[in-house]
């Protein structure tokens, strides 16, 4: 990927389902939901999320939605980066384009595996950039997984901003 080329922030569209799809699949350690789920990023939660394209090209993904209960409440389901184009400040800015959509938002919400620490950075930094609290709370347990292989997923709660 030339990461000379332009890139442009866009909400998905229905038809970049698919290669957000193949981009998750390709960055472990993300869970790879259905195509059908991704069909749902791309239509019913476009207006929060965001992918980054270079030409037609889908190099990053944040998919996110306001929780129903909490509209100030940004939750951020996964971000994703294309290999060849990370450390390079995408994500931070694929992030940052979300939250200008959402410009109610008072709190980012999001799971993270104890070991994924390229993500406790990310968000760590996000909320340094937003003068904003971090909290991180036990949420999803392990044991939920039941026969998939998986740790516990602990919740980040940034804010308020
Ligand atoms: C995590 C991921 C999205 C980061 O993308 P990225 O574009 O490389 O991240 P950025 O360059 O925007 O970095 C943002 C911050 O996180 C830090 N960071 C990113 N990756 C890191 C890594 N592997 N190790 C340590 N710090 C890292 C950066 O140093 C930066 O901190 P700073 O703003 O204080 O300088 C990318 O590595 C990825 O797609 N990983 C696989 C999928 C995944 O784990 N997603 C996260 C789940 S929510």
């Known amino acids: 990927m030339n990461s000379q080329k332009e890139i442009s922030f866009l909400n998905p569209v229905c038809d970049d ?14 869970d790879l939901n259905s195509r059908y789920a991704y069909m749902l990023v791309a239509t019913h ?8 394209k270079v030409e ?7 998919s996110a939605y306001c929780l129903p209960e909490s509209p100030q409440t940004l939750f951020v ?3 994703a980066v294309d290999s060849s184009m990370r450390g390079k400040g995408l994500a931070k800015q694929l992030l940052e384009h979300v939250l200008k959509k959402s410009p109610n938002a008072r709190w980012i ?10 993500s406790q950075k990310l968000f760590k ?12 709370l036990p949420f999803f347990s392990k044991s939920l997984f039941k026969e998939d292989a998986h740790e516990d997923e602990e919740l980040y709660r940034i804010g308020p901003f």
Do not use: C, M, R
């Open 77 to 79: 389901w996964q971000v």
């Open 45 to 52: 939660f476009a207006a929060t999320s965001i992918v980054a």
């Open 109 to 118: 919400e999001t799971t993270i595996t104890p070991s994924n620490s390229a």
């Open 17 to 30: 389902a698919p290669q957000i799809y193949e981009l998750i699949k390709s960055s472990p350690p993300l």
């Open 56 to 62: 037609d090209q889908v190099v990053g993904v944040v």
């Open 125 to 136: 930094s996000i909320a340094k950039t937003l003068h904003a609290n971090v909290e991180v």
